[in-house]
């Protein structure tokens, strides 16, 4: 018994041996993948001018003002826009309803005589501006609206924008006063439907 005893304690030993043998010799590697960074996309539109797109003193009913507007989008990812005009009157005689607006895309010469040459519509010819303000293109609300407008990372495109006093405008609107501001909103295209 004490051999059977002796024989399996041996065993065991040569067992426990392998075992730390094996552990020993077990070839490993390892591997990371560091600089994992994200960064986030900017919107940003601008516009340009910045400050006084169409203005006209001692405006005559008939006479109207024509000038261009470069919207860009400064950002790398496409962005959506849509425009606000707010109009204030600055008397009593509500010029700002008088006065119509139309804004184009695509117009090759933003003038007064090449205004109705080409383009396409995108607004009016309705009020100038109300207050508060009115949707002039497409709608700020989140989310795709009929008449918003998208500018590729980095695009811009140049619309044309005309004030006109119609002929038919008369004596209870001589020397008043209106001022309008335009205001461009924009917000991703990209997982915003």
């Known amino acids: 018994m004490l051999k059977k005893i002796a024989a399996s ?3 065991i030993g040569l067992l426990a041996g392998f075992a730390t043998f094996g ?3 077990v070839f490993t590697d390892t ?3 560091p600089s994992n960074t994200f960064t986030t996309a900017t919107i940003d539109i601008s ?3 910045t400050s006084a797109l169409v203005t006209y003193s001692n405006m005559m009913p008939g006479d109207k003002v024509t000038a261009p ?4 989008n400064n950002g790398s990812p496409e962005l959506r826009y849509a425009a606000t005009s707010l109009a204030t009157n600055t008397d009593a005689k509500g010029l700002r309803a008088q006065l119509d607006l139309r804004i184009k895309s695509g117009v090759t ?4 005589g090449g205004f ?3 383009g396409t519509l995108l607004y009016g010819p309705a009020d100038l501006g109300n207050d ?3 949707n002039v293109i497409g709608d700020p609300t989140q989310g795709a609206d009929t008449g918003d407008r998208t500018l590729a990372g980095s695009g811009s495109e140049v619309l044309c924008f005309q004030v006109e006093l119609p002929l038919s405008t008369g004596n209870p609107f001589q020397s008043a006063t209106t001022t309008a501001t335009f205001t461009f909103e924009a917000e991703q295209t990209v997982n915003n439907p």
């Open 47 to 49: 516009t340009s001018p």
């Open 23 to 25: 552990a020993l010799s």
């Open 31 to 33: 591997a990371s993948v």
């Open 9 to 11: 304690l041996i065993v």
């Open 69 to 72: 507007l470069t919207v860009t």
């Open 109 to 112: 010469t933003c003038t007064n």
């Open 132 to 134: 508060p303000a009115i």
């Open 116 to 118: 109705d040459i080409d």
